[in-house]
């Protein structure tokens, strides 16, 4: 089946756009490509498409393969229903599943089952998972959010520097790497990553331009402005779809939300804190038009694939260009005009500047906590993180460098967390890269100049999509 008639019957839509065909025949004539293009405007595609089409084809090696390593459960579970609902045979591998799950899906693999098949990086440390997948002849590997890959990316994830590795123990398939963001630095480290040079690998960059969304950035003195600011968005502008409104903080977020329904603004909330059925619930109620308005975290936005929002308003300021691109670009998939507003309090930098600190510990931070659970098991076994968190600060501190350290050791296969952080079990030396000041440093630096091009975005008086392709490394064409 070719991939025009896989794109009408399959997904239901008439014909490509911007690159997506050009992409896809370069892949399936076994080309390696690294695709840039703005969020919402098929990346996806580009290697759904091609597995469906390596399906239909008869392989004397058995039924081919697409593995997709994407770093967000949630992410991928959202592409695998909407797949599975369109006959897509496809199925994800993660730790959500529980044991029986996961080892049936094991034996589905093995024994051929699936077209497409979702893991997250770290599904390679695992022993059955490296049994299983080399039983399958991998057509296709497809690295999602491709920024990950990358240690001076927003969202850096250690497993995706096994990249490498990954494609050998696949055989060197044919490889696709995709994300919204990539500076021209971030570019060059996910080739390397991917241990391809720039004559193996096909750039196709679709910009990030977005003619239909305006940027724009209104300085604000405190709650009341930005309040009156959401609420006018609410009242004037949710009447042709619906609108976003991020926030960095749960409880800022909780108490806009009881001020927005003591004035009788209807919305829903979305944060990292509720319980799983409830963000389903919320998400739910969102993507069908019940509650045009959500109010988010960062943990709402991937996935959502919804055409009509009319606005997304950031009430706090985001940490970096990258995650702010991201964000906006929510908006307006259906082309038509969307606002992208800034509320500018130089207040909210504290926060910011707060996260930066709590989520670069210094290396004698993480080589201190290492020795802790190396010493102490039994009281690590027993009282869990609470008894670290004694042991580190004396009392309870508002400190976040813990749970980072945790989680890198964890992604470096230092430590198993275990459920809910009760079971912290040391696994391994530690890594060197955890306790090398020099290279902290530079990521602390970075992490610092990220949040200052932020500011400098926000304060700029001339056009702000020039100033983002700057930061990108694009030209721009304000015509």
């Known amino acids: 089946m070719n991939p025009q008639k896989i794109l009408q019957q399959t997904f239901g839509y008439p014909s490509f756009r911007g690159q997506q065909e050009t992409v896809i025949r370069h892949v399936l004539d076994g080309n390696h490509a690294l695709v840039i293009m703005p969020t919402g405007m098929g990346k996806s595609l580009c290697f759904q498409v091609p597995a469906l089409v390596f399906d239909s084809e008869t392989a004397s090696e058995g039924r081919p393969l697409t593995l997709v390593i994407s770093p967000l459960i949630a992410l991928m579970k959202d592409q695998v229903e909407t797949l599975v609902a369109k006959g897509v045979d496809a199925a994800f591998i993660n730790s959500s599943l529980k044991r029986e799950e996961r080892e049936s899906r094991y034996r589905a693999v093995a024994e051929g089952r699936f077209a497409l098949l979702y893991v997250t990086p770290e599904r390679f440390r695992k022993p059955e998972f490296l049994e299983v997948i080399a039983k399958r002849q991998v057509a296709l590997l497809a690295v999602d959010e491709a920024h990950c890959v990358s240690e001076w990316g927003h ?21 696709i790497a995709l994300t919204a963001t990539a500076t021209p630095d971030v570019q060059a480290d996910i080739l390397r990553q991917l241990g391809l040079s720039t004559d193996e690998m096909t750039l196709f960059h679709e910009g990030i331009d977005r003619p239909n969304l305006r940027l724009t950035v209104e300085p604000v003195w405190g709650d009341d402005e930005k309040l009156a600011r959401i609420a006018y968005a609410a009242e004037h502008q949710l009447a042709d779809g619906s609108g976003i409104v991020y926030f960095t903080l749960i409880k800022i977020l909780a108490a806009f ?50 055409p009509d929002i009319r606005f997304v308003i950031h009430a706090d300021v985001p940490g970096s260009l990258e995650s702010y691109y991201q964000e906006i670009g929510r908006a307006g998939r259906d082309g038509l005009p969307s606002e992208c507003v800034l509320l500018y309090d130089e207040h909210d930098l504290t926060t910011q500047m707060q996260f ?124």
């Not at 009881?258 to 509720?274: F, M, P």
């Not at 501190?397 to 040391?426: C, F, I, K």
């Open 257 to 306: 939300s009881e001020r927005l329904t003591a004035a009788g603004i209807s919305h829903v909330c979305y944060h990292g804190d509720l319980q799983r059925n409830d963000r389903r619930r919320v998400q739910e109620k969102f993507m069908c038009g019940e509650a045009p308005l959500a109010l988010a975290t960062n943990a709402f936005g991937m996935g959502i694939d919804k």
């Open 155 to 175: 969202d850096f994830r250690p497993d995706y520097t096994r990249l490498d590795e990954f494609r050998a123990l696949l055989g060197n398939p044919t490889t």
């Open 356 to 479: 930066i600190a709590g989520s670069n510990p210094n290396a004698e931070f993480y080589q201190r906590v290492y020795d802790l659970l190396v010493r102490n098991p039994e009281q690590v076994g027993a009282f869990g993180i609470e008894w670290v968190e004694q042991k580190l600060y004396g009392r309870k501190a508002n400190d976040s460098r813990l749970e980072t350290v945790l989680a890198m050791l964890d992604r470096y296969g230092v430590l198993d967390r275990g459920p809910h952080d009760r079971q912290l079990t040391v696994l391994g030396d530690m890594a060197p890269a955890l306790v090398d000041q020099q290279r902290l440093d530079e990521k602390l630096r970075r992490d610092q100049r990220k949040l200052y091009s932020l500011v400098e975005y926000a304060n700029h008086e001339g056009d702000r999509k020039a100033f983002l392709h700057d930061y990108f490394g694009l030209p721009y064409n304000a015509s």
